[in-house]
């Protein structure tokens, strides 16, 4: 006869119905330890067991040490559980500084169709990138004279996360093509969202980083999808200097120069313009 290993009940006690009951209230499905002692106004040892025991059935999931996020019950025996990662990566924080960037900010602008595996976001200290139940959350520093062009946007009904507005999500995707899926993918999104994005605002965007390649970047996507903006190509070019820079830092030095834009296209028109279109 086969053995039928039972698994802890998802049945909750007084004070685990009353915790849950007003996290749910509050709009609160990540949580801390120390919301468990607000909550129920208990000592950090007693908060700290008693978040042991959801844990161990299932009617929270531990995304850290001290964070948790509460369970769906239709998900039934689960007890690897996430979440909606953007609100997770808002957490991970911890009330510091931050916005979704790159191909997360991508992602939430609906400038991608590529599904999304790691979660970036932008910061003003160094953090290690962290693994959560499968999911990498991946942190990029950032100089405070640097973090600007931000936004909120809602992920859930009761939870707001701070986004780079599309311009700056489009700038940082030419910093760091690669953290976007290389400069092909931020052609793509540049095309997707080319009538919602302000050609004045980027340049400003750009002319206020101060980065060489991500003024000869965007120069070239205002060329390449026929953006009429011919103050916001006059500005970038008075700021090019003699040198030539890669389209894709990622891929190797080879292509023909672009004068125009002191530029080598290792990646050609022709092929952003065909991505563009798949």
Same mark, same amino acid.
């Given at each position: 006869m086969r053995t039928v290993t039972s698994r802890p009940l998802k049945?909750?006690?007084?004070?685990?119905?009353?915790? @849950?009951?007003?996290?749910?209230?509050?709009?609160?499905?990540?949580?801390?330890?120390r919301d468990v002692e607000t909550v129920l106004k208990l000592n950090p040892a007693l908060a700290r067991s008693l978040a042991a025991q959801l844990v161990g059935r299932g009617i929270v999931s531990r995304l850290k040490p001290g964070l948790f996020v509460l @369970?769906?019950?239709?998900?039934?025996?689960?007890?690897?559980?996430?979440?909606?990662?953007? @609100?997770?990566?808002?957490?991970?924080?911890?009330g510091e500084k931050y916005y979704l960037s790159h191909a997360s900010a991508?992602?939430?602008h609906q400038m991608t169709t590529q599904p999304q595996l790691v979660v970036y976001l932008t910061t003003l200290?160094?953090?290690?990138?962290?693994?959560?139940?499968?999911?990498?959350?991946?942190?990029?520093s950032c100089r405070p004279s640097h973090f600007f062009g931000t936004t909120t946007h809602w992920v859930e009904k009761d939870e707001q996360v701070t986004v780079s507005d599309p311009?700056?999500?489009?700038?940082?995707?030419?910093?760091?093509?690669?953290?976007?899926?290389?400069?092909?993918?931020?052609?793509?999104g540049f095309r997707m969202?080319?009538?919602?994005?302000?050609?004045?605002?980027?340049?400003?965007?750009?002319?206020?980083?101060?980065?060489?390649?991500?003024?000869r970047r965007?120069?070239?996507?205002?060329?390449?999808?026929?953006?009429d903006a011919p103050k916001a190509q006059t500005q970038l070019q008075d700021r090019l200097t003699a040198a030539y820079m890669r389209l894709d830092p990622g891929l190797p030095a080879e292509g023909r120069f672009l004068r125009r834009w002191r530029l080598r296209l290792n990646v050609t028109?022709?092929?952003?313009?065909a991505a563009a279109w798949t």
């Amino acid at each position: 006869m086969r053995t039928v290993t039972s698994r802890p009940l998802k049945t909750l006690g007084p004070k685990a119905a009353h915790l @849950v009951a007003e996290l749910h209230e509050r709009g609160r499905q990540v949580f801390t330890l120390r919301d468990v002692e607000t909550v129920l106004k208990l000592n950090p040892a007693l908060a700290r067991s008693l978040a042991a025991q959801l844990v161990g059935r299932g009617i929270v999931s531990r995304l850290k040490p001290g964070l948790f996020v509460l @369970v769906p019950f239709e998900l039934g025996h689960e007890r690897q559980y996430l979440g909606n990662p953007y @609100v997770v990566a808002r957490a991970l924080v911890g009330g510091e500084k931050y916005y979704l960037s790159h191909a997360s900010a991508m992602d939430v602008h609906q400038m991608t169709t590529q599904p999304q595996l790691v979660v970036y976001l932008t910061t003003l200290r160094p953090r290690r990138r962290r693994m959560v139940h499968g999911t990498e959350f991946r942190f990029v520093s950032c100089r405070p004279s640097h973090f600007f062009g931000t936004t909120t946007h809602w992920v859930e009904k009761d939870e707001q996360v701070t986004v780079s507005d599309p311009e700056r999500t489009i700038i940082d995707g030419l910093h760091r093509p690669d953290y976007c899926g290389g400069i092909v993918e931020v052609a793509k999104g540049f095309r997707m969202r080319q009538r919602a994005l302000d050609p004045d605002r980027l340049a400003a965007y750009a002319l206020r980083l101060g980065i060489g390649a991500v003024i000869r970047r965007l120069g070239f996507l205002l060329d390449l999808w026929n953006v009429d903006a011919p103050k916001a190509q006059t500005q970038l070019q008075d700021r090019l200097t003699a040198a030539y820079m890669r389209l894709d830092p990622g891929l190797p030095a080879e292509g023909r120069f672009l004068r125009r834009w002191r530029l080598r296209l290792n990646v050609t028109p022709e092929e952003l313009q065909a991505a563009a279109w798949t």
